[in-house]
T-cell receptor, first 113, second 115 residues
Framework: KAGVTQTPRYLIKTRGQQVTLSCSPI?????VSWYQQTPGQGLQFLFE???????NKGNFPGRFSGRQFSNSRSEMNVSTLELGDSALYLC????????????FGPGTRLLVL | DQQVKQNSPSLSVQEGRISILNCDYT??????FLWYKKYPAEGPTFLIS?????DKNEDGRFTVFLNKSAKHLSLHIVPSQPGDSAVYFC??????????????FGQGTILTVHP
């Protein structure tokens, strides 16, 4: 099976702009989670989607949003970008029958100038 | 509130010896624990996991031990190889409520295996 894919891999934006990141999960995986990794905060959970519904949300401002499509692909959007949003954004997918595994994509490196 | 802690920022071992990476947690609701290996600017690679009904799980060179009473887990790599050099993260989760799809990560331990 192909792994989790994320596009784009790298992105440069300026403050105030918005950005949309895309994630395609492993075939058959219907749960998609998003994480932000920064040097200061480590790996932080953003939100999780299952069957096009957000089931869980981390402690991030409303500027961070997401959605999931009927084919389980997911997007996350960050509006009104701030310098502190510069990070590696990671998507992970799993089979909901298997809580003990979650597979990550390569990430999208976002730089906000 | 750091619910998952990896208190050793770094670990250095010789090739062929055992690497032991440690992790502590505080939330007694966690019932699944995972270990990941990560290189800079890449996504974490899943290594091995354990559920709270077990105290040991093995997969090749990797063994994870869980001590529920001490809220402590460890990852053993035997024998260690230079290619194992990376950052290792432990993560924890439980199913339901506010934890759907959410892994809580430790801060990571940098493992360096010297030839």
């Amino acid at each position: 099976k192909a792994g989790v894919t994320q596009t784009p891999r790298y992105l440069i934006k300026t403050r105030g702009q918005q950005v949309t990141l895309s994630c395609s999960p492993i075939s058959g995986h219907r749960s998609v989670s998003w994480y932000q990794q920064t040097p200061g905060q480590g790996l932080q959970f953003l939100f999780e989607y299952f069957s096009e519904t957000q089931r869980n949300k981390g402690n991030f401002p409303g500027r961070f949003s997401g959605r999931q499509f009927s084919n389980s692909r997911s997007e996350m959007n960050v509006s009104t970008l701030e310098l502190g949003d510069s990070a590696l954004y990671l998507c992970a997918s799993r089979d909901v029958q298997r809580v003990e595994t979650q597979y990550f994509g390569p990430g999208t490196r976002l730089l906000v100038l | 509130d750091q619910q998952v802690k990896q208190n050793s920022p770094s670990l250095s071992v010789q090739e062929g010896r055992i690497s032991i990476l440690n992790c502590d947690y505080t939330n007694s609701m966690f019932d699944y624990f995972l270990w990941y290996k990560k290189y800079p600017a890449e996504g974490p690679t899943f290594l091995i996991s354990i559920s709270s009904i077990k105290d040991k799980n093995e997969d090749g060179r990797f063994t994870v031990f869980l001590n529920k009473s001490a809220k402590h887990l460890s990852l053993h790599i035997v024998p260690s190889q230079p290619g194992d050099s990376a950052v290792y993260f432990c993560a924890a989760t439980y199913e339901g409520g506010t934890s759907y799809g959410k892994l809580t990560f430790g801060q990571g331990t940098i493992l360096t295996v010297h030839p």
